[in-house]
């Protein structure tokens, strides 16, 4: 379970109370887990524990303040809630609770919850009277109906004497918790390597043969392996997207610079994904100069490019080799052909005749194929088919083990 937490981005916002101690027993667990942990710190938590303590069990700087220029520009409140996937606010003190419920934002936590995508959750740390206080309970239904994942608290006894509820649940327990709030883990532990986008092979420096190729659907693909634990390594052609998170993306150019690459990165992978539309020809010899215009017509020499995918899943140390077919006729019939001549693991057919999906557009649907089975993923945006494409590979691999 707590494999889920591998690679992922969480803000833990600690406030003001005895339980901040166990906060630091917590990001020592997520951070065993796998997670990236960032602390951020209100003033009444910083009289309970220290941020050089959380500091150094972070491995980051911990931030406490909204207006500090030096703290903005290492890691301003924007971009640290970019950055995160998950904020817990552990514990999260009455106070804080209802300034989080009302929406105000009078310090770098508050506001930042405002600033985020991220999945939010909070473990709530009082006093059992408070705790069961209209007021606290109010704020707490408000955040429930936002999707806020409320953890714990547990009862017992208290630092005040108290018995009740108002504890803030173990860190052991805290860190399930937030593993819980992330789907898969299905690719933990392993290197994917993706090749996607076209290929330009030159004809002389100004020019180039190449497709129209967006490369949408390898880095949809990236983004889900990442999502589902895995480290990635992304070998793209010349195409106008961003880089993913947490991804090491490597450029090319040509077909030949593609192989290499994929050859070098794929020595140490697990599962290779080769969604790129290679060229299948480059021109014999690109032209040093320009080439004139001059003659009515122009023959090019063109030889065959090697197959990336056929030339991995041929090595000796291969990975789990999945492979693309854009088809226009017999989709399936020419999908498993392929599927035996390069020796893949699986393929994943697309019926490029239509219109409504592939090439550039944001929709795909998938036909994936496998020695023994297949698997039709009805049309959906990229990145959901990305995520079932994703979910398929991981369950071969291990239907293989
Ligand atoms: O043979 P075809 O080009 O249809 O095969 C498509 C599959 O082979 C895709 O996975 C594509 O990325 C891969 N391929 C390759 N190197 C080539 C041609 C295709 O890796 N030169």
Not at 183 to 204: F, M, N, Q, S, Y
Not at 301 to 311: G, M, S
Request: charged residues 20%.
């Amino acid at each position: 379970m707590l494999a889920r937490l591998a690679h992922k981005r969480i803000v833990l916002g600690v406030s003001g109370g005895i339980a901040a101690y166990k906060s630091a027993d917590l990001i020592r667990r997520l951070r065993d887990a796998g997670a990236e942990v960032q602390v951020v710190m209100t003033a009444a938590a910083q009289e309970f524990i220290t941020p050089l303590t959380l500091q150094a069990l972070s491995g980051n700087p911990v931030h406490t303040d909204l207006l500090d220029l030096a703290a903005e520009a290492a890691m301003g409140h924007i971009e640290l809630a970019r950055w995160a996937d998950l904020v817990l606010v552990a514990p999260a003190s009455a106070d804080c609770l209802a300034r989080l419920a009302q929406g105000v934002a009078n310090d770098l936590l508050t506001t930042l919850w405002l600033a985020t995508k991220a999945k939010l959750s909070v473990a709530p740390a009082m006093n059992q009277q408070m705790w069961a206080a209209p007021a606290v309970q109010s704020a707490l239904a408000v955040l429930r109906t936002r999707g806020v994942a409320v953890f714990g608290p547990a009862s017992g006894s208290q630092a005040c004497g108290d018995i009740g509820e108002g504890r803030m649940l173990e860190a052991v327990e805290l860190a399930d918790r937030c593993a819980d709030q992330f789907e898969t883990a299905a690719l933990t532990g392993k290197h994917v390597v993706i090749t996607a986008g076209p290929t330009r092979e030159a004809l002389d420096p100004v020019r180039y043969l190449s497709n129209h190729s967006s490369g949408k659907m390898g880095f949809a693909i990236a983004q889900a392996c990442i999502e589902a634990g895995a480290r990635v390594t992304l070998i793209a052609g010349p195409v106008n997207l961003p880089t993913p998170d947490r991804l090491a993306r490597i450029n090319v150019t040509s077909a030949l610079e593609m192989l290499q690459a994929a050859q070098t990165a794929t020595a140490d992978a697990d599962i290779f994904i080769a969604t790129a539309a290679v060229a299948d020809y480059r021109p014999r010899d690109a032209a040093d100069q320009k080439i004139k215009k001059s003659a009515d017509t122009l023959t090019l020499e063109l030889v065959k490019n090697p197959d990336i995918v056929a030339t991995i899943a041929a090595a000796e140390r291969r990975p789990f080799v999945v492979g693309f077919a854009a088809e226009t006729e017999k989709v399936i019939a020419h999908a498993r052909e392929k599927l035996v001549r390069k020796k893949l693991d699986m393929i994943a057919c697309n019926d490029v005749a239509r219109s409504d999906i592939g090439f550039q557009s944001d929709d795909n649907a998938l036909t994936v194929i496998w020695s023994d089975g297949e698997q039709t993923l009805e049309k959906a945006s990229k990145s959901l088919i990305a995520r079932q494409l994703v979910a398929l590979i991981a369950q071969r691999i291990k239907a293989r083990l």
